[in-house]
């Protein structure tokens, strides 16, 4: 209804009606298909033994236009956004499609995101048969074998949604930054943000009779690669002063009571100063910055799960750390959907289930998706711990399933 629709599509671009529908024509067909073989088999017998060669089959050869569509999830979204926000005309006429009876209430963003939640699902169906199956049984292995290639489509589709997203935020940030220092080429498929954020930066002085600790702000943005520092100018532009790779820095604890022993060189003259609440710090050190120089520097924010987070992702954990000791793991149920609102935080729906490997005092986990592996930073209060040991072994096993440890994903 809303793609054919030629008054909704007159009130934009042809590039935005792609951008907003995108190979949706495609994924129905698809999906279409799929349905129509299990329709069939349910029509043989209403009783399915199994729908494992079905999963399969597709998921080898039809599924395709899931991870294109998945891909431009960005896109989609933004444009939706842009379109509602900046065109009246358009907002009106999605309104008046919307208002339709067999729209049944439902906004358009519902039926975009369909595709999305259908194929993501589709893991945690044939995980459900595999716990059903004998393990060892012909069925279990061939729900083994249709769990490892639609779990290889999805992973597919969240890797395109995730490149897509990674390089348009790579252009923007490009386009904000002033080197005031040797610039680098910022841009690169292979590079994305960690997280960014401000800091405050303690600085030692030498006086004439004293030395004293000021603070200067800085604005970091951390890349799984490289830590750029910044000054902020404004919402959108920041003066580069400072730079360092990943692998020369250096980022440990400290205590309030350090600052005036740790003599900080940085390039504090191009800092403004302002006098925030940092009373959670940390020290970093560059063993080479953009000009071969150490620098050491004392950091601080307000928020203790900042400190925190902001040293888990400068230590940049190899991933033996971060998959040992899991069966020790505590682990939590999802009660209340989390949204991630900054690179380092994880999604989550009610029912996900999470290996938490860091809490911290003021309210929030770090810890492991069990569905996908994914990684990243919530509120405590959206989940439970889960006490039962059964439940727990169980979790463990279903974990080794959906992230291919038994089938080799």
């Known amino acids: ?80 956004q842009r379109l509602v926000s900046k065109s009246p005309v358009f907002k009106e006429m999605l309104t008046r499609i919307e208002g339709h009876p067999d729209c049944r209430n439902l906004p358009m963003i519902s039926f975009l995101i369909l595709p999305m939640q259908r194929v993501t699902r589709l893991p945690l169906l044939m995980d459900v048969i595999c716990q059903k199956a004998s393990k060892g049984s012909t069925q279990y292995e061939a729900c083994k074998k249709a769990l490892q290639s639609v779990s290889k489509v999805v992973r597919k589709c969240n890797e395109g949604a995730r490149t897509m997203e990674r390089t348009e935020m790579m252009y923007t940030i490009n386009s904000q930054l002033d080197f005031k220092i040797k610039p680098f080429p910022l841009v690169s498929s292979s590079r994305w943000m960690v997280k960014r954020g401000e800091l405050t930066a303690f600085v030692e002085e030498n006086g004439i009779f004293s030395k004293r600790t000021s603070r200067h702000q800085v604005y970091f943005f951390l890349f799984n690669d490289v830590l750029i520092l910044t000054r902020k100018k404004s919402e959108d532009s920041y003066a580069v002063i400072d730079y360092a790779l990943r692998d020369h820095i250096w980022v440990g604890p400290c205590q309030a009571q350090d600052i005036n022993l740790s003599p900080v060189r940085t390039t504090a003259g191009m800092l403004t100063s302002r006098h925030p609440g940092a009373s959670h710090l940390f020290r970093l050190r560059f063993r080479s910055n953009h000009s071969g120089d150490k620098v050491p520097m004392v950091l601080g924010v307000e928020l203790m799960n900042e400190c925190a987070r902001w040293i888990t992702a400068l230590g940049q954990s190899s991933n033996d750390e971060k998959n040992q000791d899991r069966t020790n793991a505590m682990q939590v149920v999802v009660t209340r959907t989390y949204t991630a609102k900054q690179p380092d935080e994880l999604s989550l729906q009610v029912a996900d289930v999470v290996l938490v490997s860091q809490t911290v005092e003021d309210g929030w986990y770090e810890g492991e998706r069990l569905r996908d592996g994914e990684r990243g930073w919530f509120l405590s209060e959206c989940a439970e711990p889960i006490t039962c040991q059964a439940t727990i072994e169980r979790n463990m096993q279903r974990m080794d399933r959906l992230q291919g440890l038994e089938t080799n994903v």
């Open 1 to 80: 209804m809303f793609q054919n629709s030629a008054e909704l599509s007159d009130t934009m671009t042809k590039t935005e009606h792609h951008h907003l529908f995108s190979n949706i024509t495609d994924v129905c067909e698809a999906s279409k298909k799929f349905f129509k073989e299990l329709e069939d088999m349910h029509q043989q017998n209403v009783v399915i033994d199994d729908i494992s060669d079905i999963v399969f089959r597709h998921a080898q050869s039809n599924f395709d236009p899931y991870i294109t569509y998945c891909s431009n999830e960005v896109y989609q979204q933004r444009t939706l």
